[in-house]
């Protein structure tokens, strides 16, 4: 069986891998997305770093099945075209499916990288086998895939699973969509080192005084949360915020399982407790009661495993492809 490129563009880093139908990476080529490019030059950035990554898994292009994107912003799936992009500018509107197919000569599907990682979670990661899964990616912003029936559940503009724009608190803080008390206000990686620098400009005692604020990240707040107590408030502050948000989306699509990835995700116990007690809270009792709710096992790869899993998925299982 044919293999296929995966491709995952996000605003810090290019990924490009050559992946097996088993979901092994053949070879994989990294770089850091030159972020003030226009997109024509890292579409050939990522040609060439296709053509590098199948050169090493000793293949050619013309080898493979179909090209799988993940890209770091809303899609318009339908028609393969990026509707925006907080992280690089100039993609309103960019027809990245077909450019892709163009430059590779491939059959080509894009998708947002949460919608990607969901797959691929789902194709090879923490919930192999399931057909109902909510994902949910916690890094430096908050997003979501929803997998119904083993299939992306898009909605009707292609923008289904924007959890991190759920309003978990409020009149809370200011979100980068311009709402307020969003999830992602609230639970995300800087949401949670803000929470930090404000509690100890407060005065509040912590070892993490000992850092210079600014470089306070999650991080250290998760490593510092099994000894210190401020570190295990916000943590565990944000795990209540994960979990209030988690039920809601429970309650409407009573999924089988919750993976969450993205950094924020390796914060270890004190998070994930905090998640499934307040799920338990706010859940409807039957939903919460068989709902499973682990971290993701695709950690960096998760949106070049799930970019492969999305052209999978979307192409033919024969020896012919």
């Given at each position: ?37 226009p997109p024509t030059a890292i579409l050939d950035s990522l040609l060439a770093m296709s053509r590098e990554a199948v050169h090493r898994a000793g293949l ?93 559940h898009r909605g009707a503009n292609s923008l289904a699973g924007e959890i991190g724009h759920t309003i978990v608190l409020p009149d809370g803080p200011p ?147």
């Amino acid at each position: 069986m044919k293999p296929v490129l995966a491709l995952d563009i996000g605003g810090t880093k290019l990924a490009v891998g050559a992946v097996s139908r088993a979901g092994e990476v053949l070879a994989e080529v990294k770089r850091p997305t030159d972020a003030s490019a226009p997109p024509t030059a890292i579409l050939d950035s990522l040609l060439a770093m296709s053509r590098e990554a199948v050169h090493r898994a000793g293949l050619s292009l013309s080898a493979l099945s179909a090209a799988g994107v993940a890209f770091g912003g809303p899609m318009d799936y339908p028609r393969g075209l990026a509707v925006t992009c907080h992280h690089l500018p100039g993609w309103e509107g960019f027809p990245i499916r077909e450019a892709v197919a163009e430059k590779t000569g491939l059959p080509a599907f894009v998708d947002n990288d949460a919608n990607a990682a969901a797959l691929g979670e789902t194709a090879f990661g923490a919930a192999r086998g399931l057909s109902h899964v909510l994902y949910l990616t916690v890094s430096t912003g908050i997003g979501g895939g929803v997998i119904l029936g083993g299939r992306v559940h898009r909605g009707a503009n292609s923008l289904a699973g924007e959890i991190g724009h759920t309003i978990v608190l409020p009149d809370g803080p200011p979100c980068t969509c311009g709402k307020r008390g969003c999830l992602e206000a609230v639970a995300s990686g800087p949401a949670i080192a803000r929470a930090a620098r404000e509690a100890l400009a407060r005065g509040e005692e912590s070892a993490l005084s000992a850092l210079p604020p600014k470089e306070i990240t999650a991080r250290h707040i998760a490593e510092a949360a099994d000894r210190d107590p401020l570190a295990r408030k916000i943590l565990t502050a944000a795990g209540r915020h994960l979990g209030t948000a988690v039920a809601a989306a429970a309650n409407l699509l009573n999924p089988q399982m919750v993976v969450i990835g993205g950094g924020v995700s390796q914060s270890g116990e004190v998070l994930f407790s905090a998640i499934r007690s307040a799920v338990s809270e706010a859940a409807v009792t039957e939903i919460a009661r068989g709902l499973r709710i682990a971290p993701g096992a695709l950690g960096p790869r998760s949106a070049l495993l799930g970019a492969a899993a999305l052209a999978l998925s979307e192409t033919p299982l024969s020896p012919s492809r």
